[in-house]
């Protein structure tokens, strides 16, 4: 063969079964004659126009080579070869080939480098069957053989047809499951870091040394001197050697080959010595010391660092019951020498998951996911079934994919995070196809909390927020009130923290200095959404309070509007307030007025930069604690009022911006909000 050979073959629902298709797994071919060293590929390939496309990629392969000696052919070879076409060479490919009904195919011959010594067995019309000696008076007729002398062209002869033999996958089982689980990963917050740790280095928890070794580097044998032992080691392990090379701490992580069990003459560097006590390692040592030691300690290596975040993923994590990535213990990494200590030992929360998982499902056959997850509370929560096609799905609670340490002192080594893929078929002959080389599993972490602290200012606590763009009002239209509108999905647990900026127009303060004033919610607070129905949409309503927030003081007071003393019974006002202080009046008729203090003059009795506007014999004091947020004032028509940092009072706004506070007592139910509107109003 100095050129690829393609014989077409048809599937049709004779050979199906009646199923849609078929799954090719292997094909025998009759060899005349091979190389003894050079191998050859077969492959099944698609069809174009009923001619074999030579260029496409194939849809299974299998390469052979023989096994000769002196160039003869050994028993052994999986090449075999025939003088009368009665023994054949099975290739069985390395992926079956899922064939459809009604469609042509071919298997496709190439040797290595073209090599002419390979010849095929085939039927000729007009020649004699070496085995039976009868005439061939027709073709196959199910299909024709082609070469290509340029690898790309297929080129009919018309009167040959390949000597081959197909085989059909018949399933023993129409059921079967894949499990996949995470990764044994370490997600460490780390601190007193000393340099950077290097990508793909291993980084492990220092111990306590053992043994006397004696190890060079370039070469795969640690010896043991002295006692020495290497008792509970084996093959596979990855263990610390750690040494001293003029002064300076050195340490290489090596992977155990084998552990020697008998005297055995080795060669170290330039020594010849006989030992009991050595084990050999995949590559070799860093440094060279005749005073090393052994750790076996918990390691992995580095799959991602962020020094300004402080974080430290750690993948391949060889973490035991004995051995843990431990808070507070220090950390180092072996190529680098860079040093830190565990801050925390984390989990990665989950909230939303997006599966991309590559798969074919022919017709007859399906694939169902489901996921087994674990809480942050270290609760195992019962598989769920998931739709592929969902691109992002809600959990019910609040999961973690743990660090292996995690897993093993919380999780007694279970797994935190399991995923099943199971396959199912009405038929022998079909089946889904997942591959597992191309599969993953996206997550998305809510960053959400539930605390609203100092919000007014710029430096709040809440993490998730929304900030509007400044507005500023036409000239002539300034605003005497402002009404929000903001459609949301809140379930219960969930809230929205509004807040309003507002600059008066002759106000001289930069409007980024004013403090945010929370909005009060009108609508009904027994309105929620439906936590598992991301659509499920309310009308929610905010406005500006009457009042300004403060906290009540004990006692009850007098005031008038003739005067402006304020006289207290069972009040402290030296230590409840101080002058310049603001504070609200609240009759007991409800009538609310915020004024400002010039003189504390007892416990009794203070003076107010203004007389009251109300006259009362059982009114409320009370301390402002946002004493410059705006309030609809109740003594000016319901006008926006708001007191500037140097005491100055302003009614109306011109300027104006919007914060929401997305707040949730947990990060599995969380808030969204659709749309906002704001309406600035004259009363």
Request: proline share 4%; with cysteine.
């Amino acid at each position: 063969m100095t050129s690829p050979l393609a014989q077409t073959f048809a599937i049709d629902s004779n050979i199906t079964g009646g199923q849609p298709g078929l799954f090719v797994k292997a094909v025998d071919l009759y060899l005349k004659s091979c190389d003894p060293t050079l191998g050859v590929t077969v492959s099944i390939v698609p069809t174009s126009n009923g001619a074999p496309d030579f260029v496409s990629a194939p849809l299974a392969s299998k390469r052979l080579a023989p096994i000769s000696v002196g160039n003869v052919l050994q028993n052994t070879s999986p090449i075999q070869i025939s003088g009368d076409s009665s023994v054949g060479t099975t290739f069985v490919f390395d992926n079956m080939a899922y064939l459809t009904a009604g469609n042509m195919y071919a298997i496709a011959v190439q040797p290595d480098g073209f090599n002419p010594n390979y010849a095929l067995w085939s039927a000729k019309v007009g020649g004699t069957d070496v085995r039976t000696q009868q005439k061939i008076v027709n073709n196959w007729g199910s299909g024709q053989l082609f070469q290509s002398t340029n690898g790309a062209t297929p080129v009919p002869l018309p009167t040959e047809t390949l000597k081959f033999n197909l085989y059909r996958a018949d399933f023993s089982s129409q059921t079967g499951t894949i499990t996949l689980v995470n990764d044994d990963t370490e997600y460490l917050t780390v601190a007193n870091v000393t340099s950077t740790f290097v990508a793909g280095e291993y980084v492990y928890q220092p111990g306590t040394g053992n043994g006397s070794l004696y190890v060079v580097a370039g070469n795969s044998y640690v010896i043991g001197q002295g006692n020495t032992s290497f008792a509970g080691l084996s093959a596979g392990q990855k263990v610390v050697l750690t040494g001293n090379v003029a002064n300076i701490a050195v340490s290489s992580v090596v992977t155990i080959n084998h552990v020697n069990v008998g005297n055995t003459v080795v060669n170290v560097g330039s020594t010849s010595t006989t030992s009991n006590v050595f084990f050999t390692v995949f590559g070799s040592p860093s440094f060279t010391s005749n005073n090393a030691q052994i750790q076996v300690v918990p390691l992995g290596q580095v799959s991602f660092f962020s020094p300004g975040a402080g974080l430290l993923y750690l993948e391949g994590s060889t973490a035991a019951n004995s051995s843990l990535f431990l808070a507070n213990n220090n950390l180092v990494g072996a190529t680098s020498g860079c040093k830190a200590t565990i801050a925390s030992v984390d989990n990665k929360i989950i909230n939303r998951l997006q599966p991309f998982v590559s798969r074919t499902v022919v017709q007859g056959t399906g694939v169902q996911l489901s996921l087994s997850t674990t809480t942050t509370a270290n609760a195992s929560v019962a598989p769920q079934n998931y739709d592929f096609n969902s691109t992002a799905l809600i959990l019910n609670n609040e999961v973690a994919v743990f660090s292996k340490s995690n897993e093993i002192a919380r999780l007694s080594g279970a797994k935190s995070l399991q995923a099943t893929l199971t396959l199912t078929s009405n038929s022998n002959k079909v089946t889904p196809i997942v591959d597992l080389t191309s599969q993953n599993l996206v997550v998305y972490h809510n960053s959400i909390n539930n605390d609203t602290s100092s919000e007014n200012s710029k430096n709040g606590n809440a993490v998730s927020r929304y900030v509007s763009k400044t507005v500023v009002l036409a000239d002539g239209l300034d605003s005497e009130d402002l009404q929000v509108f903001i459609t949301a999905h809140k379930p219960a647990g969930t809230d929205l923290a509004v807040y309003a900026k507002l600059l008066n127009a002759s106000d001289p303060d930069p409007f980024d200095s004013k403090d945010w004033t929370r909005l009060q919610q009108t609508t009904s607070s027994n309105i929620t959404s439906n936590p598992l129905n991301a659509s499920d949409f309310y009308e929610f309503q905010y406005g500006l309070a009457s009042s300004l927030p403060g906290v009540q003081q004990p006692g009850t007071v007098v005031v008038s509007t003739t005067g402006n003393t304020v006289l207290g019974t069972n009040t402290s006002f030296t230590t409840a307030f101080a002058n310049g202080d603001l504070i609200e009046l609240t009759s007991s008729g409800g009538v609310a007025q915020v004024a400002k203090i010039t003189t504390v003059n007892s416990d009794t009795s203070i003076a107010l930069a203004t007389n009251s506007t109300f006259s009362d014999i059982a009114t409320v004091v009370s301390t402002v604690t946002t004493p410059h947020a705006a309030y609809t004032n109740p003594t000016n028509s319901g006008i926006v009022r708001y007191i500037s940092q140097s005491g100055a009072v302003y009614d109306s706004f011109k300027t104006f911006a919007l914060k929401v506070d997305l707040t949730s007592s947990s990060t599995s139910i969380v808030p969204a909000i659709k749309d906002i509107r704001a309406i600035a109003l004259s009363v």
